[in-house]
């Protein structure tokens, strides 16, 4: 019993986005003021991405990292964890899969960086899953609602910027507002952008996510630096040639859980996924055949991620 909305402790958490629209219309306020931010174009340099099925935390005085991001959200929603103490931040980008444990995971990992901070308080913002036709983010509101209220530790609902107040009819078809944002680190603003680079390995983790484990990989440690991918295992696609022959529209109807609305680059990202998988279908041989993490440090002249050689 420990989701707070609107500064009140809440008995029960929202059963839907409406509902807790309708009971604290002040979320349709700190909607409407992230919905009036410019979208921004970020560049690589100091950006750590995420990627669906992935989260990362950090400090703000993190020197490898200015911004943590996500995009291509659609139906999945962007999570935004912070102790307002410290400063302390973890963001994951949550499908349907996975989320009791990521939740509970990235809530610890912010307690453990804000340890020292005597003052302070733990603050969720949810940005992206706008009303699709299956309501696939409902769903995941839903859960989300239900696994932060698990926690022990009171956790602040901030902003929460999905279902109808993240979307927009356009020619009789629900369309996403924001598909992405940005949380600057060192001062915790938060606003809609979107990634061209997806940093380091982006088919290997795209094939995770495709046909990998439903787990959310932590791809951060902060104290060291690094950026760290795997180990892990995914299944060979079957007729993953087939897949390859087909056209544009029946990839993007097949491979989207939101067809009608994805970013211009799906097709064209989903293709070099699926080629990776082709190339590589048995990761834990080809990819991590020692068992080790992948892991990336950020180079000091170019302040991209580059293989770090240990
Ligand atoms: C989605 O939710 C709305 C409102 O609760 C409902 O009317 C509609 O039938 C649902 N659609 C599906 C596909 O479940
Ligand atoms: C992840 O996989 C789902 C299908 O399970 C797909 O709709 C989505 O676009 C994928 N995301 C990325 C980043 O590859
Ligand atoms: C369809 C719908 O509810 N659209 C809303 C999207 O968000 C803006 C800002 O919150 C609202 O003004 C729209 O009504």
Avoid at 61 to 85: E, F, P, Q, Y
Avoid at 173 to 199: H, M, Q, S
Avoid at 281 to 308: C, I, K, M, S
Wanted: with cysteine.
């Amino acid at each position: 019993m420990v989701l707070v909305l609107n500064g009140v402790l809440q008995a029960k958490c929202p059963q839907d986005t409406q509902s807790l629209y309708h009971s604290h219309p002040i979320y349709r306020e700190t909607a409407g003021q992230l919905l009036s931010i410019p979208n921004k174009v970020i560049g690589p340099v100091g950006l750590l991405y995420v990627m669906q099925r992935e989260f990362a935390s950090t400090i703000p005085h993190d020197k490898n990292v200015n911004i943590l991001g996500s995009d291509s959200a659609t139906t999945c929603i962007i999570v935004v964890v912070r102790h307002t103490g410290s400063g302390a931040v973890a963001l994951a980008h949550l499908d349907g899969t996975g989320i009791d444990e990521a939740v509970c995971t990235m809530t610890q990992r912010v307690q453990e960086l804000a340890l020292g901070y005597p003052e302070g308080r733990i603050e969720l913002q949810l940005v992206g899953g706008y009303s699709d036709p299956n309501n696939y983010s409902e769903e995941i509101f839903f859960n989300l609602m239900n696994s932060f209220h698990k926690q022990p530790v009171e956790i602040d609902l901030t902003l929460a910027c999905v279902g109808q107040l993240n979307t927009t009819v356009r020619g009789g078809i629900a369309w996403p507002l924001v598909y992405g944002v940005g949380v600057n680190i060192k001062t915790g603003e938060i606003f809609p952008a979107t990634f061209p680079d997806k940093g380091p390995e982006s088919s290997l983790r795209s094939a995770k996510n495709l046909t990998g484990p439903p787990e959310v990989m932590d791809v951060y440690d902060c104290n060291m630096g690094l950026l760290r991918i795997g180990p892990f295992n995914y299944k060979p696609l079957r007729g993953v040639d087939l897949w390859l022959e087909q056209n544009d529209e029946f990839i993007l109807r097949h491979l989207s859980t939101s067809p009608d609305v994805e970013p211009p680059h799906f097709v064209e990202e989903m293709r070099a996924t699926l080629k990776y998988i082709r190339e590589n279908p048995f990761p834990a041989v080809t990819v991590f055949g020692d068992n080790r993490p992948h892991y990336f440090r950020r180079d000091e002249n170019t302040g991209l991620w580059t293989p770090a050689v240990f």
